[in-house]
């Protein structure tokens, strides 16, 4: 069992950074996909990043709307995910949600086990 605690969300003006960190719990950490989704209102949950797990070589993986504005990075000793937003734009506006899911977990959310609560995201022009 992993449980999922997800920080770091807020209010920013179009152009700005935000950091989101998803703390894990358990000493598996390392072993899982992580993953993170974000869902606007009234439409459906969708793929922002993942990264694998060492084992299956660390890579990151992003949806073509972030890529080149986000970061996703994993510090396994502190069980944390993190998601470095740069250059915010108002369609990122969202609630964001890490998962984690294990062996090679990809852009599908039903490829990951376990969710953290949301964190909203809100981005201003």
């Known amino acids: 069992q992993v449980q999922l605690v997800v920080s770091g969300g807020g209010s920013v003006q179009a152009g700005g950074s935000l950091r989101l960190s998803c703390a894990a719990s358990?000493?598996?950490?390392?072993?899982?996909?992580m993953g993170w989704f974000r869902q606007a209102p009234g439409q459906e949950r969708e793929f922002v990043a993942r990264?694998?797990?060492?084992?299956?070589?660390?890579?990151?993986y992003y949806a073509d709307s972030v890529k080149g504005r986000f970061t996703i990075s994993r510090d396994n000793a502190k069980n944390t995910v993190y998601l470095q937003m740069n250059s915010l734009k108002p369609e990122d506006t969202a609630v964001y949600y890490c998962?984690?899911?294990?062996?090679?977990?990809?852009?599908?959310?039903?490829?990951?086990?376990?969710w953290g609560q949301g964190t909203q995201v809100t981005v201003s022009s």
């Open positions: 990264r694998r797990s060492d084992w299956s070589g660390s890579s990151a």
């Open positions: 998962a984690a899911g294990r062996g090679v977990a990809g852009a599908d959310s039903r490829d990951y086990d376990y």
């Open positions: 358990g000493r598996t950490f390392s072993s899982y996909t």
